[in-house]
């Protein structure tokens, strides 16, 4: 019987050509609280600075800092999407309010907004971002396909997220999550330790007024979807190691991949090795074949420095071991 899902998660496009859309089942908890935002971190300061400075390019300002222009590309593409610097790359009068928040939210205990956790649904762990929006929902045809767009001719684009169906095998009832679980996830939200010396669980409470919608704690049954995908290279080859993108816009999520590969499913293996199978990799090596050889050598080592010990390890120490020997071994050989 298929899994019934109050909500389809789908805010990601296809990052790369060489890439997977599947879906998974995790629980959404509505929250409701005070109006909040996070303040800016110092690399976001920096450059809110230099902003409110006319005519200062990127460049300059990356020279000043140390740092990459691309990074600073990057730092302004957030700070503009925040609402903090306008279009045309002078700061705007939110981003002036803002220079003075660092570290810090802001709250405005006039107003209030709806946030959003997320649980794993076969473990008492949680997706480790607080989000204030979920996105649209997206469209669906008659043959509950995702409608990505038209073709050329007109008609619909489909996208069909293979189903991880080990994930969903697993589903179990779990733990409601506390304050102090949902407070941590908030913090971090923002930026790593944001209220750790400064307001304790209690006083966050008073702050943010948290409450539960409805307010007795509900799982929502909701299905994510992402991609898994190779990342494409300038000389259109690809990187060997696929990646997870985050399903709400963050980037890549390695925690995400981590807890993908700990089911260590026979099925999803298959799957993404018959996705990237012929596609050129590294020296000229196709996935499959780069996927032999690290395999190969993650064996040697593991035997090399751990001998039969490591088979006594716990599983979730030896799955970060063998990805810690993985990307090792590669930014050795190939400077990766």
């Known amino acids: 019987m298929a899994t019934e899902y109050n909500r389809i998660i789908y805010n990601v496009k296809r990052p790369s050509p060489k890439a997977l859309l599947v879906s998974f089942p995790m629980y959404m908890f509505r929250l409701k609280t005070r109006k909040f935002e996070y303040g800016v971190d110092f690399f976001q300061k920096a450059v809110l600075m230099f902003k409110s400075r006319p005519g200062i390019s990127n460049s300059t300002i990356a020279a000043c800092l140390g740092l990459e222009e691309d990074l600073v590309n990057e730092v302004q593409g957030v700070l503009a999407y925040s609402g903090y610097i306008s279009p045309d790359g002078l700061l705007t009068p939110h981003g002036l309010e803002m220079i003075n928040n660092l570290d810090t939210i802001v709250v405005d205990k006039n107003k209030e907004e709806l946030g959003y956790i997320f649980q794993f649904v076969d473990r008492d762990d949680y997706y480790p971002f607080y989000i204030k929006n979920l996105g649209e929902e997206p469209n669906l045809n008659s043959k509950q396909e995702i409608i990505d767009g038209t073709k050329g001719d007109g008609k619909d684009r489909t996208r069909v997220p ?3 169906d080990f994930i969903s095998d697993k589903k179990r009832n779990l733990p409601f999550p506390n304050e102090r679980v949902i407070f941590d996830i908030i913090s971090k939200s ?16 008073r702050e943010l007024s948290l409450s539960f919608v409805p307010e007795k704690p509900e799982p929502i049954l909701v299905q994510v979807c992402t991609y898994i995908y190779l990342p494409q290279k300038e000389d259109e080859t690809y990187e060997p190691e696929w990646q997870v993108l985050d399903p709400f816009g963050k980037g890549n999520n390695s925690r995400l991949k981590f807890y993908l590969e700990s089911f260590r499913d026979s099925t999803f293996k298959k799957e993404i090795a018959r996705q990237f199978e012929g596609v050129e990799t590294i020296d000229g090596k196709s996935f499959a074949e780069y996927t032999k050889f690290i395999e190969k050598q993650v064996e040697f080592i593991k035997e090399e420095d751990f001998g039969v010990e490591f088979g006594g390890l716990d599983s979730n120490l030896q799955q970060f071991l063998i990805s810690v020997i993985r990307n090792l071994f590669t930014l050795r050989q190939y400077k990766y």
Request: proline share 5%; aromatic share 10%; hydrophobic share 40%.
């Open 190 to 205: 923002g930026k790593e330790g944001v209220f750790s010396e400064k307001l304790s669980v209690a006083e966050l409470g």
């Open 162 to 164: 293979f189903p991880l």
